[in-house]
Structure formats: structure tokens, C-alpha cells
């Protein structure tokens, strides 16, 4: 008999999105603003209810479910990035007419699919959460039926996402045929004391194909800058933060828990992902114009040096990766914030090129983006510093001195674009100024810019939670 008590948090939100779903039917006209708060709270009450279970590690329908420390952190970090995404979008989206309330149910459904894969323990829980969050999100990048943009990167995104999924496939039952067992458990078992097969090792690189595609690693990457520039900005944002959680979880996981064994075998496919992603983060945004595409390339990057941590294969490592998730995280939404403020009468605006000015215009959003900017370059004493520091820290305990000069140097690099934003905003000559910014991004604004600046004065709280989240993989 399955221990539903285990899961609670997920069937909440699983009952939570039918009854929202049901509740923006029949209540029609104007049920957009009820239904994202009431999406709010449900996210809320289900981070309640995740940080409400018990301790230790906990494993229920026939072990392919496993909530435990790490499962808990990750999932605190997906719920709560959902919920600021739905506040984020709501002023965007009564304005520019996408007020149905299917929006923040999608992204309910979405975040549900996110917290089944930090959870899955099997190959098959795994390839439900992916889906479950999939679609949710093909259908969210398109949900701009009007704009031809929208639905070109809804399409695009749709069908290199099958593709992605029909490699995951593959490389999910080569690795069932030659272990036996869909189980993680199961699998470590399988390959303790045995050298790799060279059918295991495909499926191996076929599951690492799939996966780096649900984090635009590279070379998977190729959908994550027309998906930024073409969805609305809301979207991007929502993208830019929880899927991304929940793939690097799930990416942690299904490689430390079932191969972690055979670290030696998947850490060089690993590095070159990882290399290839900061490198091509670092050079590919040098002559971006639109902010979000080069907010695109971005991610790219960083999700490259959080993949040094994973690459290092130790407990330094992954608890350096979660930590890196985090600030992040806060930097990104801090960051969309201010993208979506970015808007003059005549509407929205995307290109870099209108900040010119926003250090007179608007002092207080210029000084949080130039926070944001440098932070998210590596500078100390900001967060983003700290987040790099941790990663290349626990590369070089593991011996991967490369691995960890070339993460420096695309560092130095990325440096450059970021930078180019601040010049502009305080030494090219004014534009038209921005709208006033909303009291809800304001607050998100100020918040992450405080986190951002005032992470070293107490770091302590983040390092051994995510290092307590870290060694439960390892036991």
C-alpha cells in the first residue's frame, strides 16, 4: 500500500490545479487575477506541506518516488520561483490582453511535473515528470495564439522537445536492457563491481542528451535563444527560473544516485558539456541586442558552471551546484524584474540599447541591474562570486584543473557583456524613460538586490543546507 502522506505536496497541487482549472470555468470573465493568487497560495501551501515532511529519506509507490533532503531543497526553490513567476507576469499580462486564467494553472501543472522529477527514483518517474512538465511548458511558449513569434517558438520548442524525448527514451530502456532494473537503486546495485558495458555507456550519453536539452546545455541549446526572444517576457522569465531547477535536479540525481560507481565513465562527457556550455554562454552574447536573447545565452553559460560541480562527482561538488542554483535563481528573477519594467506608453521594449539613461531616469533600477549584472559575471563580494567560487573549488579538490581555468577565463569573457549593460545605462546618452515600476516587481527587485549584495555578511544558513541536501545523495 502506497504512503500517500509521502507525496502530499504533490497531490495538493495535482487537486489544486483541477479545482482552479474548474473554478476559472465556471466563474468566465475576469477569473485570471483570482486564479493566479489562488495559484499563489496553493504553490505556498504545498512549499508548507514539503517542508512539513518528515526527515530522513522517505520512498513510496514501489520506490520510484524518494522525498529526502535534497528532493526538500530543490523543490522549496521550484515552488517558490513558480509563485514569483505568476506574480511577475499578472500586471504584464492584463496589459498586453493574455488574461486567461489557463495561464497559471499551466504553470501549477508545470511546477507538479518539476516536483515529480526532483523526486523520481526510477527511470519511469523520471520520463513522467519530464512530460508532465513538457507539455505544460509547450503549450505556455505558445500561448500567445496572435503573435506569430510565439507560436513559431512554441513550435520550435515543441518539436526539438520530442526530439529530446525520443533520446531520453532510448537511452532509458538501453540502460533498462543491460542493468535489468529501472530502478535507481536498482541500477547502482547492478553496476557496483563491473566494468561498464559499452551498451550501458550509450545509454548513458543518450540519457545525458536528454537531459542536457531540458537545461539548454550545449550542444542542446540550439531552441533556448528563439524560445527567450519570441515568448512574452513573462514566459521567459518563468523559464529562465524553475524548469531549470528541476532539470539540473533531476540531472544531479539520475547520475550520483544509479551511476554514481561509474563517476570515471560520465565525468568527461560531463566536462565537455560543461566546457562547451561556458564557452559558448561567454562568446555567443558578446553582440546580442535584444536583452532576453542575451539573457539566452546567458543561462547557457551558467548552467556550464553548475555542471562543473556535478562534473566533480563528489558531495563538494553537488552541494556547490545547489548553492550556485540558488543565488542564481534569485539573481534571475531579479533580473526579470527589471526586464519586464521595461516598458515605455507605447509598450514593451527588449533592446539593450534602451537602457541608455535608466542611471538618471530611474537610479534605483539601475543600481539593482548593475548589482544583478556583476553579480551574475563573478564579481566579489557579490553572491554570484560565491556560486562560481564553490563549483571551481570542488573541481579542483577532484583534480580537474582544466576544467576549472577554462570556467575562470569564460568567466573574464562573459564579464564583458554584463559590464556593457552598465556602461550603457550610465554613460550613453539618456533615452525616453521607463513607466514606473510596479509595486510587486519593485518588491521582488529590492529583495533580490539585497540577497545579491548582502550574501557574504551570512552565507552560512545556504552552504550547510545545501551541504546537508548534498550528502544525502552520497550515503
Known amino acids: 500500500m502506497p504512503e500517500f502522506s509521502i507525496a502530499s505536496a504533490e497531490i495538493f497541487l495535482a487537486i489544486a490545479a483541477m479545482a482552479l482549472l474548474m473554478f476559472g470555468v465556471y466563474k468566465k470573465k475576469d477569473a485570471f487575477v483570482p486564479v493566479s493568487w489562488l495559484a499563489v497560495i496553493s504553490l505556498v501551501v504545498a512549499l508548507i506541506l514539503v517542508l512539513m515532511g518528515e526527515g530522513g529519506s522517505q520512498v513510496t509507490f514501489s520506490n520510484i518516488f524518494i522525498v529526502d533532503s535534497f528532493a526538500v531543497f530543490m523543490k522549496v526553490l521550484a515552488l517558490g520561483a513558480s509563485a514569483i513567476a505568476i506574480i511577475m507576469c499578472m500586471d504584464f499580462n492584463l496589459r498586453e490582453k493574455m488574461d486567461r486564467f489557463e495561464f497559471p494553472v499551466l504553470i501549477v501543472i508545470a511546477t507538479l511535473g518539476m516536483m515529480v522529477m526532483i523526486s523520481a527514483s526510477d527511470l519511469m518517474s523520471l520520463y513522467l515528470g519530464i512530460e508532465l512538465m513538457s507539455l505544460s511548458l509547450y503549450v505556455t511558449a505558445a500561448f500567445r495564439r496572435d503573435s506569430t513569434r510565439a507560436t513559431e517558438a512554441g513550435l520550435k520548442y515543441f518539436v526539438l522537445g520530442a526530439l529530446s524525448s525520443g533520446m531520453l527514451l532510448y537511452g532509458c530502456s538501453l540502460i533498462y536492457g543491460f542493468t535489468g532494473t529501472t530502478s535507481f537503486a536498482g541500477i547502482a546495485n547492478a553496476v557496483t563491481g563491473s566494468e561498464a558495458g559499452l551498451g550501458l555507456l550509450v545509454g548513458i550519453v543518450f540519457l545525458i542528451a536528454g537531459l542536457a536539452f531540458k537545461v539548454s546545455a550545449v550542444p542542446f541549446h540550439m531552441w533556448t535563444p528563439d524560445v527567450y526572444e519570441g515568448v512574452p517576457t513573462p514566459v521567459t522569465a518563468f523559464f529562465a527560473a524553475a524548469p531549470k531547477i528541476a532539470g539540473m535536479a533531476l540531472f544531479i540525481r539520475a547520475f550520483i544516485m544509479p551511476f554514481g560507481e561509474l563517476v570515471d565513465q560520465w565525468q568527461q562527457i560531463i566536462v565537455f558539456v560543461s566546457i562547451a556550455s561556458m564557452g559558448l554562454g561567454a562568446f555567443a552574447a558578446i ?189
Open 287 to 475: 553582440n546580442q541586442k535584444n536583452i532576453k536573447r542575451l539573457m539566452a545565452y546567458s543561462s547557457i553559460g551558467h548552467i556550464g558552471y553548475a555542471l562543473v560541480g556535478l562534473a566533480a562527482g563528489t558531495e563538494a561538488g553537488v552541494s556547490g551546484v545547489l548553492v550556485y542554483l540558488t543565488i542564481y535563481l534569485v539573481m534571475n528573477l531579479g533580473t526579470f524584474a527589471i526586464i519586464l519594467s521595461m516598458r515605455h506608453k507605447d509598450g514593451m521594449v527588449e533592446d539593450i540599447s534602451e537602457l541608455a539613461g535608466l542611471g538618471k531616469n530611474h537610479p534605483l533600477m539601475a543600481f539593482a541591474l548593475m548589482m544583478f549584472m556583476f553579480s551574475l559575471a563573478g564579481i566579489p563580494p557579490l553572491a554570484g562570486f560565491f556560486g562560481k567560487f564553490y563549483v571551481f573549488v570542488a573541481a579542483i579538490d577532484a583534480g580537474l584543473y582544466p576544467l576549472a581555468i577554462i570556467g575562470l577565463l569564460t568567466s573574464v569573457v562573459g564579464a564583458f557583456y554584463y559590464i556593457r549593460i552598465v556602461k550603457i545605462m550610465y554613460f550613453d546618452e539618456a533615452k525616453e524613460a521607463f513607466e514606473p515600476i510596479t509595486k510587486p516587481l519593485r518588491v521582488i527587485m529590492i529583495v533580490a538586490t539585497i540577497f545579491t549584495v548582502f550574501f557574504v555578511a551570512y552565507p552560512t544558513p545556504l552552504t550547510e543546507e545545501a551541504g546537508a541536501a548534498a550528502s544525502i545523495l552520497f550515503q
